[in-house]
Nanobody, 123 residues
Framework: QVQLVESGGGLVQAGGSLRLSCAASGRTFGDFGMGWFRQAPGKEREFVAGITMIGGVTYYADAVKGRFTISRDSAQSTVYLQMNSLKPEDTAVYYC????????????????WGRGTQVTVSS
C-alpha cells in the first residue's frame, strides 16, 4: 500500500513561488510515473505535470509550461513541484499521484493519490 503526502502549499502573491513536496511511504518508488494534478472549486481535476521515475522524463500542461518544474528524488521517495511566476488562476488544491504505468494527463491512469495541499495565489 502506497501512501502519498503532499506539503508546501500556502498563500502567495501573484508572481511569487512555492515548492510542493510529495513524500511516498509504504514502499519505494518503482518504475511507475508520478504526476501532479490540481482541482479548483467548481472545476474538474486537471493534469499539471508528470515525471518518469527512471530517466526523469517530464511532461507539463501548457498552462504551466515554463513556470513549473517537476523533479524527483528516488532515494528519498519524494517528488517535487517548483512553481514560479504564480498566477491567481493557479489557485487550487494540488494532488500528487502514482501512475499505474507511465505518467499521463488522464487521472484514471493513476492508482494512488495524496489528500492534496491548498495553493492560493492572491492578485
Amino acid at each position: 500500500q502506497v501512501q502519498l503526502v503532499e506539503s508546501g502549499g500556502g498563500l502567495v502573491q501573484a508572481g511569487g513561488s512555492l515548492r510542493l513536496s510529495c513524500a511516498a511511504s509504504g514502499r519505494t518508488f518503482g518504475d511507475f510515473g508520478m504526476g501532479w494534478f490540481r482541482q479548483a472549486p467548481g472545476k474538474e481535476r486537471e493534469f499539471v505535470a508528470g515525471i518518469t521515475m527512471i530517466g526523469g522524463v517530464t511532461y507539463y500542461a501548457d498552462a504551466v509550461k515554463g513556470r513549473f518544474t517537476i523533479s524527483r528524488d528516488s532515494a528519498q521517495s519524494t517528488v517535487y513541484l517548483q512553481m514560479n511566476s504564480l498566477k491567481p488562476e493557479d489557485t487550487a488544491v494540488y494532488y500528487c499521484a502514482e501512475a499505474l504505468g507511465s505518467p499521463s494527463p488522464t487521472a484514471r491512469t493513476y492508482g494512488y493519490w495524496g489528500r492534496g495541499t491548498q495553493v492560493t495565489v492572491s492578485s
